[in-house]
């Protein structure tokens, strides 16, 4: 018996559970997208099992992009709840006297992650509902639910004018965006360009040329040059834009948070006409400023599903944020966010040594997390009240989200939720897939590596493994 054991006993030094090792079809499409044993973390395991079907080096620390959104949203429907709202508030820091407002007129932010034009302009609209048309004094900005960001846009990718790049604000709006409108008149031969909001202080040169093509991949055709300053922007553009392609919209920031505040507040207000006299300044709200209005957000349990769906960075942060703050009863910083949502995986049972939280986005390139430990904490959500909220806000393979395009002819479509995340030399998904014996499974897959860009034929292959099974 001694001997047998000791046989035993060097076989599984020799030969790796099956659990840790990948089938044949999978190590395959690895080595043809140049990826290495070390460059990949598997999870794979049926919700109400206690072991993985896969484990393949899951315990090795990866950065997970944007897969790093499951634990800032399953932690805020946890800890703020579903219903959860955000508000923005408005306050009269003088008389209101026929229409007049003689002073400033405050607003004060509490980190709403989606304030858009139409839900600011109703708001506004609301103001002027309840008596307000002429504005004697400044608009005034409370910023000071969070704390002020010092980061540099362009720090992580030098693309400080990409929208996803913008820095949380507890005055966010709009995601601080200008919309470019591109509309090609065929008859001229022309392409016109328009801005949304279209601030006074938006200069557009446009120098782009009608070129009769297909539309395939446009944006990079073009050429843009901008120049922003704190108050002003200047945009040229040239290149080329297909005919075939019709109107598109393109997305740039331009503006601070507060310039951007003010120009969409004069903008709209006019539109509603209001009159505003002076300037934007910032402070915090003193006791005898007036409440007039409190606009109230979409709830969590909604904006969820645009946080994953779309993957949608910046109210990833917002909500982050959000968490540290509620927690706290305090101006959010990023550190104390970091703080709540560890002793909340504590409180779980979830240590995660090796964890690091950089801004609940995974816009990082020193967040951490393994693929064992992401897998936990999916399978930690399924058992929770909170579960359908977020199992219904990650995209569904071939129907929406980051994942419409991808396995629509295959048998899975429709039968994954699936979180993606992209980085350059990253790629990730994560989340669930109901098999083809009705079993639900998470699946978690973690590359980092120079040929990650090649990884998604593997990837794919590996939710219809996850399927088929």
């Given at each position: 018996m001694r001997a047998i054991a000791l046989v035993l006993f060097f076989l599984s030094l020799t030969f790796p559970a099956a659990a840790e090792r990948l089938p044949a079809p999978l190590s395959k499409s690895l080595a043809s997208a140049g990826l290495g044993a070390a460059q990949v973390g598997i999870f794979v395991q049926q919700v109400n099992a206690t072991t993985p079907v896969l484990n393949y080096d899951a315990d090795r620390a990866f950065d997970p992009a944007s897969t790093m959104k499951l634990l800032t949203t399953y932690a805020g429907l946890e800890l703020l709840g579903p219903a959860y709202t955000w508000k923005t508030e408005f306050y009269a820091l003088g008389t209101i006297d026929n229409g007049v407002l003689d002073g400033d007129l405050i607003i004060r932010g509490y980190g709403n992650p989606k304030l858009?034009?139409?839900?600011?302009?109703?708001?506004?609209?609301?103001l002027r509902q309840r008596g307000v048309r002429e504005i004697e004094g400044d608009l005034v900005l409370d910023r000071g639910y969070f704390t002020a960001s010092n980061t540099d846009p362009g720090q992580f990718d030098n693309e400080p004018n990409r929208p996803y790049n913008v820095a949380p604000d507890a005055l966010l709006l709009n995601f601080n965006s200008v919309r470019l409108l591109f509309i090609p008149d065929t008859e001229k031969q022309t392409i016109n360009v328009t801005a949304d909001p279209l601030a006074a202080d938006i200069e557009i040169i446009n120098g782009l040329r009608l070129v009769d093509e297909p539309c395939g991949e446009w944006?990079?055709?073009?050429v843009a040059n901008i120049q922003a300053t704190a108050k002003s922007a200047r945009i040229l553009l040239n290149g080329a834009y297909p005919a075939g392609c019709g109107e598109q919209t393109w997305y740039v920031a331009l503006f601070d948070h507060p310039q951007y505040v003010y120009n969409v507040f004069k903008e709209l207000w006019r539109e509603l006409g209001g009159t505003l006299k002076g300037a934007v300044r910032e402070f915090e709200t003193p006791a005898n400023a007036r409440l007039i209005f409190s606009g109230e957000?979409?709830?969590?349990?909604?904006a969820v599903r645009d946080i994953n769906k779309w993957s949608n960075n910046v109210m990833a942060r917002q909500l982050f944020l959000t968490i540290g703050a509620?927690?706290?009863?305090s101006p959010a910083a990023p550190e104390q966010s970091v703080r709540v949502i560890k002793q909340w995986l504590a409180s779980k049972g979830l240590?995660?040594?090796?964890l690091v939280l950089e801004n609940g986005a995974g816009l990082s390139r020193s967040a951490r997390i393994s693929a064992k430990h992401l897998g936990a904490l999916l399978i930690s959500a399924y058992r929770s009240p909170v579960m359908p909220e977020l199992v219904a806000s990650l995209p569904l393979v071939a129907v929406d989200g980051t994942m419409k395009k991808r396995l629509n002819d295959e048998d899975i479509a429709g039968r994954g939720h699936i979180k993606t995340g992209s980085l350059e030399g990253v790629r990730a998904i994560a989340g669930y897939v109901l098999d083809h014996a009705g079993r639900m499974m998470v699946v978690v897959c973690l590359i980092n590596s120079p040929s990650a860009a090649d990884a998604e034929p593997f990837e794919n292959q590996l939710l219809q493994w996850v399927y088929r099974r």
């Open positions: 858009t034009l139409e839900n600011f302009w109703l708001m506004l609209r609301e944006s990079p055709k073009l957000s979409e709830t969590l349990g909604e509620e927690a706290a009863q240590l995660f040594p090796e």
